[in-house]
């Protein structure tokens, strides 16, 4: 079996899709992205079209060594994405060439089932507590929420009273029987991280995500002090080599590795097992499309240490369709029951893919910017 092709689809509103090609008439499908940066990495996936034409897919590993070694220059987030919607994609061809899931060659299933949250939305304390209801109603145990607006390096008390209640009326209105984790987004720097997480802990967040970017991780043991609840950190980092000093100094209680961006499914499981030897827990980044979701729950079922599962699969657009599914013809793969989804049984990834409607789809290629923010003095600041 060799390769033959590769194809890429602009996907609404912000994703990639990359199909692989054999000429045994077996395709698997991955999700290379950096959100803002979709052309770039379509331009990133296509400079390796002429390596891949001719090669035994099977060979993942070989072919991730290859693309993380034999360029030079390594790490980023491009070029760790390119390998990551790369590797998705082989190790879908792979489970179906073998008739296989995933996660059964990878060592088979831990889990039954897989935890998973939604972010909730909203500018006033009103709406965030409006749209935590209705998570709740459809069966999250678990929320997220980022309640941080555009914030300087010191900030006013005003500014953090905004947060508090917002914080406190999502609180109020889910209870203590929901578990709410809190998403700082890389916005806060380290004066206001160690006063917003000492404010904070009086709701009993389940974690705190990215109190500060992982290029400040250090500043992480000191914001510790000031909450009982685990950090979080991890959607901006890349290779287990990005990981390594996390691990060594503590840092962390629970990675965030995104299988888009942190070289597939290949590097993050070797991420998630050397968060296991650290006794660190793991909860896979994704706001992304299916793709990406799907190959998070392969890896998901065969890793011990993971303990939630980002998701957007379940946010319905203005129209009330779903963008991140209708592409699929099994659309009911995705069994979300009282907080959890169970593990599809299909080959590769599980997914089936209408590629006539991401054809269509692709015809009107998007050009997503995330926003640019300022702070009150003209400061350009972390979105």
Same mark, same amino acid.
């Given at each position: 079996?060799?390769?033959?092709?590769?194809?890429?689809?602009?996907?609404?509103?912000?994703?990639?899709?990359?199909?692989?090609?054999?000429?045994?008439?077996?395709?698997?499908?991955?999700?290379?992205?950096?959100?803002? @940066?979709?052309?770039?990495?379509?331009?990133?996936?296509?400079?390796?079209?002429?390596?891949?034409?001719?090669?035994?897919?099977?060979?993942?590993?070989?072919?991730?060594?290859?693309?993380?070694?034999?360029?030079?220059?390594?790490?980023?987030?491009?070029?760790? &994405? *390119?390998?990551?919607?790369?590797?998705?994609?082989?190790?879908?061809?792979?489970? @179906?060439?073998?008739?296989?899931?995933?996660?059964?060659?990878?060592?088979? &299933?831990?889990?039954?089932?897989?935890?998973?949250?939604?972010?909730?939305?909203?500018?006033?304390?009103?709406?965030?507590?409006?749209?935590?209801?209705?998570?709740?109603?459809?069966?999250? *145990?678990?929320?997220?929420? &980022?309640?941080?607006?555009?914030?300087?390096?010191?900030?006013?008390?005003? +500014?953090?009273?905004?947060?508090?209640?917002?914080?406190?009326?999502?609180?109020?209105?889910?209870?203590?029987?929901?578990?709410?984790? /809190?998403?700082?987004?890389?916005?806060?720097?380290?004066?206001?991280?160690?006063?917003?997480?000492?404010?904070?802990?009086?709701?009993?967040?389940?974690?705190?995500?990215?109190?500060?970017? %992982?290029?400040?991780?250090?500043?992480?043991?000191?914001?510790?002090?000031? *909450?009982?609840?685990?950090?979080?950190? +991890?959607?901006?980092?890349?290779?287990?080599?990005?990981?390594?000093?996390?691990?060594?100094?503590?840092?962390?209680?629970?990675?965030?590795?995104?299988?888009?961006?942190?070289?597939?499914?290949?590097?993050?499981?070797?991420?998630s097992a050397m968060a296991e030897a650290?006794?660190?827990?793991?909860?896979?980044?994704?706001?992304?499309?299916?793709?990406?979701?799907?190959?998070?729950?392969?890896?998901?079922?065969?890793? %011990?240490?993971?303990?939630?599962q980002e998701q957007s699969i379940e /946010?319905?657009?203005? &129209?009330?369709?779903?963008?991140?599914?209708?592409?699929?013809?099994?659309?009911? $793969?995705?069994?979300?029951?009282?907080?959890?989804?169970?593990?599809?049984s299909g080959p590769g990834l599980g997914?089936? $893919?209408?590629?006539?409607?991401?054809?269509?789809?692709?015809?009107?290629?998007?050009?997503?910017?995330?926003?640019?923010?300022?702070?009150?003095?003209?400061?350009?600041?972390?979105?």
């Amino acid at each position: 079996m060799k390769i033959t092709d590769m194809k890429l689809y602009f996907m609404p509103h912000r994703f990639l899709l990359l199909k692989v090609e054999t000429d045994a008439g077996i395709s698997g499908w991955g999700e290379p992205l950096v959100e803002g @940066r979709a052309a770039t990495l379509e331009t990133s996936v296509k400079e390796w079209r002429d390596y891949f034409i001719g090669k035994d897919p099977l060979k993942i590993e070989e072919h991730w060594q290859t693309m993380y070694r034999c360029a030079f220059y390594r790490g980023g987030p491009v070029m760790m &994405s *390119t390998i990551a919607g790369i590797d998705q994609a082989l190790w879908d061809i792979k489970g @179906r060439y073998y008739n296989a899931p995933v996660y059964e060659m990878l060592g088979g &299933s831990v889990k039954d089932k897989v935890k998973v949250y939604r972010s909730i939305h909203g500018d006033t304390p009103e709406e965030v507590a409006a749209d935590a209801k209705k998570a709740v109603e459809e069966g999250y *145990t678990v929320i997220k929420t &980022s309640p941080t607006d555009a914030t300087h390096y010191v900030d006013t008390w005003s +500014g953090v009273t905004k947060l508090m209640e917002k914080v406190g009326a999502i609180r109020d209105a889910i209870g203590y029987d929901v578990d709410m984790a /809190i998403d700082f987004h890389g916005r806060i720097h380290k004066p206001m991280a160690k006063v917003l997480t000492r404010e904070l802990d009086q709701f009993h967040p389940l974690f705190i995500e990215e109190p500060v970017l %992982p290029t400040n991780k250090e500043a992480l043991r000191e914001i510790a002090k000031y *909450t009982s609840a685990p950090i979080a950190i +991890g959607e901006r980092m890349y290779s287990r080599w990005d990981y390594k000093e996390l691990f060594e100094q503590g840092y962390a209680d629970i990675i965030q590795p995104d299988l888009s961006h942190a070289g597939g499914i290949s590097e993050a499981r070797r991420i998630s097992a050397m968060a296991e030897a650290y006794d660190v827990a793991v909860a896979p980044h994704c706001p992304l499309d299916a793709i990406a979701f799907s190959a998070c729950i392969q890896m998901d079922a065969a890793t %011990p240490n993971v303990v939630l599962q980002e998701q957007s699969i379940e /946010i319905h657009d203005a &129209s009330d369709t779903n963008p991140r599914i209708n592409f699929l013809k099994n659309k009911e $793969v995705f069994d979300f029951k009282n907080g959890f989804v169970q593990i599809p049984s299909g080959p590769g990834l599980g997914v089936e $893919v209408d590629e006539d409607l991401v054809i269509e789809q692709d015809k009107n290629r998007h050009n997503w910017k995330n926003p640019i923010w300022k702070t009150y003095d003209g400061t350009p600041i972390e979105w």
